[in-house]
């Protein structure tokens, strides 16, 4: 059964803006946090953003905070990655990723997702 699928990259100009969705299966999206990764070739996979199963609580990495939001939607299984004032460094692959807690550590990540391309032209 696939856990994560991701949708939502694209070519998008500097400053635009990008929404990102994940829709999870049933069981990963109730028992895991759900975040996001990003990764550009030859670096490692970044954590950039997650959602807390637990609490609610929300986390991003510094060079995305006050541009990217994270949200949930609970009747569909799916978290949205808003991301805005987009620069030409967040061009990545996006992944989308079940943990059993908010890590951001790529090891620790149970599921991944596909990964979807984001392009930020200057």
């Known amino acids: 059964e696939v856990q994560l699928v991701e949708s939502g990259g694209g070519l998008v100009q500097a400053g635009g803006s990008l929404r990102l969705s994940c829709v999870a299966s049933?069981?990963?999206?109730?028992?895991?946090?759900i975040g996001w990764f990003r990764q550009v070739p030859g670096k490692e996979r970044e954590g950039i953003s997650c959602l807390s199963r637990s609490d609610g609580s929300t986390y991003f990495l510094d060079s995305v905070k006050g541009r990217f939001t994270i949200s949930r939607d609970d009747y569909k299984n799916t978290v949205y990655l808003q991301m805005n004032a987009l620069k030409p460094e967040d061009t990545a692959v996006y992944y989308c990723a079940a943990e059993q807690i908010c890590s951001g550590t790529y090891y620790r990540v149970i599921y991944w997702g596909q990964g979807t391309q984001v392009t930020v032209s200057s």
């Open positions: 049933r069981f990963t999206y109730d028992h895991y946090a």
